[in-house]
């Protein structure tokens, strides 16, 4: 369905405004392009080209070089942590707590909404909504501290543990430096409990009501009747957390102290780092400075082979996006149809 009609298009406001979103559009995708394209050609660069002041925007002499010392460092050992860790490991890592909060999140963000927009009716509904959409006015930083006390503690979230009427402190788990200190704090997600209470609202209630009179349970109705009819929001959601905690560093960086746990996107920010401590083209340099740069370097890793990294660590992302995106387009169709 256009977002303008065929007819309001000819009149001239109508025009102006569908060029306007064309135009907005237009700068989105070109804003989004840019970075993917540079960090494409700069792993077709040679080394030295990587550091020209202005960039050039197109390989003098395209190479392929970085793509080859890249894979072979994948399938190195990563000096300084492990004679058993190498990239793959750190890939492993990711997946793990990629996969364990989508499979988590999803039902309970999910069950959330449904209550919210067909169980709990009046202001109470109202004002939990209202709480929960709260929280994502909040910035992350804010929440930083009380979800490290949360995983530090789990599952309080304060700096002292409550006490027993004995006297002695209630049992705590500490899951920092674990998989876990990133998985528990985002098994509820607040964008998609938004998304799936406003696509619950849509479902007509005349369809609920009539499977319980027919004797069926809310989690039934919920699993037969709801589920498939609300597959392009949960593909949606489900594509935008794949992404957030796939892509995160910031969070693993602070709960996750050793170095073999670490996630994929967190082990490409360090190499980075020890490449600008080192000077990234000047082993004698790297020799002084940074000792996992310098095993890298020496291998014939430079900026543009940090590219490649780069880009494959986006990879994943990219493909789920397009196994969930014709899910999404499934739900376009069904609301143009109405």
Not at 226 to 247: E, K, L, T, Y
Not at 265 to 276: D, G, M, R, T, Y
Request: glycine share 8%; charged share 10%.
């Amino acid at each position: 369905m256009a977002l303008f009609p065929a007819v309001g298009r000819k009149q001239t406001p109508m025009r102006i405004g569908w060029w306007a979103v064309v135009l907005v559009l237009c700068v989105g995708i070109f804003m989004h392009m840019v970075p993917f394209y540079f960090m494409i050609i700069t792993s077709l660069k040679e080394g030295a080209e990587t550091l020209h002041t202005p960039p050039t925007f197109w390989p003098q002499h395209p190479t392929l070089q970085a793509w080859s010392s890249a894979f072979q460092i994948i399938s190195s050992n990563y000096t300084g942590v492990g004679s058993d860790v190498t990239f793959v490991s750190f890939f492993w890592n990711s997946l793990f707590m990629t996969g364990m909060t989508v499979i988590l999140s999803t039902p309970v963000t999910a069950l959330a909404a449904y209550a919210s927009a067909k169980l709990l009716r009046g202001p109470l509904g109202r004002w939990i909504f209202i709480f929960f959409i709260g929280t994502m006015l909040l910035p992350g930083s804010v929440s930083l501290v009380s979800s490290y006390l949360l995983v530090r503690h789990f599952p309080f979230p304060f700096a002292i543990v409550p006490t027993l009427p004995s006297g002695d402190a209630f049992p705590t788990i500490d899951l920092t430096d674990s998989p876990w200190a990133v998985i528990v704090p985002a098994i509820f997600n607040a964008g998609g409990f938004f998304y799936y209470r406003a696509f619950f609202q849509t479902i007509p209630d005349s369809i609920i009501q009539s499977a319980r009179v027919d004797g069926g349970s809310e989690l039934n109705i919920f699993r037969r009747i709801v589920m498939p009819m609300s597959i392009p929001v949960f593909a949606i959601v489900i594509s935008g957390q794949f992404g957030a905690i796939w892509d995160g560093y910031l969070w693993p960086s602070l709960v996750i102290t050793s170095p073999e746990k670490r996630p994929l996107s967190v082990a490409v920010n360090e190499l980075i780092k020890q490449f600008n401590q080192s000077g990234a083209l000047d082993p004698s340099q790297a020799l002084q400075n940074a000792e996992t740069a310098r095993h890298y370097l020496g291998q014939g890793l430079t900026w543009s082979g940090v590219m490649v990294l780069g880009i494959l660590q986006s990879i994943p992302t990219f493909l789920f996006f397009v196994l969930c995106f014709r899910y999404m387009l499934s739900g376009i169709r069904i609301r143009g149809l109405r």
